[in-house]
């Protein structure tokens, strides 16, 4: 059935067309005009709201109960159906530092997956670890990383259906940046995360590929005054994107609002890096074999490491603009717009004719009404 969605705000990262009609056909946006032809077609009052580009969220392991290191398909549905209430249209499935057997299982899980209509779409994997820095571990257990090595890399991504689309390592580990390189020139995003890189090595890291910073400030090398440290290079590099977790556990308020002044939107990915147990109960859950105690100060284990969050979507766009006072056409950059260019999709993150029918119905307060995927009503708050 066509949707027309009636007299709404459109708002893209360039701009907005204020009070105007769209029309969703065959999962495309067809028509963006005033007065679009409605009989027989399915409407949606849009007056006083706004239409978004669906939320993207490149660092996601878990929600409702589910992981996608279960490697298991109803883990998979589970997951892309929870997350239409928060406004995400398509994410990244993201796994963590485990045994290679249990991560090789995640891959092929993914490489098989078909998602239904009424769910999220799983654009791809974000391999979080095991290239990573024993220094800089959090909830990863060190116990399994290793340095970068690109044949494994390689066996990975053809085990995955080539659906790898961001890793995140620490450069400084590898035993060559020409295997960082490799990876960014096959379409790979190489974010750097979980890593001690001195500011030095950062820099030249980004020479040899890496675009993208996975959770600013969590499990990087600090900023200091005489060493600016990983922290320092992801925020000074303008080829470097960074990852945020703005739920106000990971980072403090002010350290969002310095990192919107240093990067500004255009420098910015939202994601939430949410575990199993976001949109469940407070309690004990399981990351990668490790009891995670959730409370309402955040997910931590025994050793008060953070692990993961249990943040939504919709709350990071919320908080985003409290601390910035950031414009809509900014957040539609930050929640959507970056991702999809990092992932070279031209058909996500924006609305025009042409793309993609996944879109929000959004209110005055950033609040989701409706969830759009591919021209399909999936949520209905």
């Not at 204020?18 to 027989?40: M, N, S």
């Not at 997910?299 to 603009?321: E, F, P, Y």
């Amino acid at each position: 059935m066509d949707l027309v969605i009636r007299n709404i705000t459109v708002v893209n990262a360039t701009g907005r067309d204020e009070h105007v009609d769209v029309l969703l056909q065959g999962g495309k946006i067809v028509q963006i005009a005033r007065g679009i032809e409605a009989e027989g077609r399915q409407q949606l009052d849009g007056t006083g709201k706004f239409l978004f580009p669906g939320y993207i969220d490149m660092h996601i392991h878990g929600s409702a109960q589910m992981d996608t290191m279960d490697a298991t398909d109803e883990s998979l549905h589970t997951m892309a159906q929870s997350l239409a209430k928060e406004g995400t249209t398509s994410f990244l499935a993201t796994t963590m530092t485990q045994s290679f057997d249990n991560i090789e299982q995640a891959l092929a899980n993914v490489a098989q997956f078909v998602p239904r209509a009424d769910e999220a779409e799983v654009l791809g994997v974000h391999l979080e670890g095991p290239f990573v820095s024993k220094k800089r571990a959090g909830a990863q257990p060190v116990e399994y990383m290793v340095p970068l090595n690109i044949d494994v890399f390689m066996k990975w991504q053809a085990l995955s259906g080539y659906k790898i689309k961001e890793v995140t390592l620490a450069p400084e580990e590898a035993q060559s940046l020409e295997d960082v390189r490799k990876i960014a020139q096959s379409g790979v995003v190489v974010s750097i995360g979980h890593s001690d890189a001195t500011f030095e090595q950062m820099v030249e890291a980004v020479q040899y590929g890496v675009t993208q910073g996975t959770h600013l400030y969590n499990q990087m090398r600090p900023f200091h005054h005489r060493d600016p440290g990983t922290v320092g290079g992801v925020l000074l590099q303008e080829a470097v994107k960074a990852e945020m977790i703005v739920d106000f556990i990971h980072m403090h308020k002010d350290a969002a609002q310095l990192a919107y002044r240093l990067k500004g939107a255009d420098g910015i990915i939202l994601i939430t890096d949410a575990m199993r147990a976001k949109g469940m109960p407070y309690g004990e859950y399981d990351l990668g074999g490790q009891v995670v105690h959730v409370t309402e100060h955040g997910a931590h284990l025994a050793n008060g490491a953070l692990a993961g969050s249990i943040l939504t979507m919709d709350q990071a766009v919320r908080n985003m603009q409290l601390v910035t006072n950031c414009s809509l056409e900014e957040l539609v950059k930050m929640s959507s717009y970056n991702a999809a260019e990092q992932l070279s999709l031209a058909n996500k993150g924006r609305i025009a004719q042409g793309a993609d029918a996944d879109v929000l119905v959004l209110d005055a307060q950033l609040v989701v009404h409706q969830t759009i995927k591919a021209g399909k009503i999936i949520y209905e708050a």
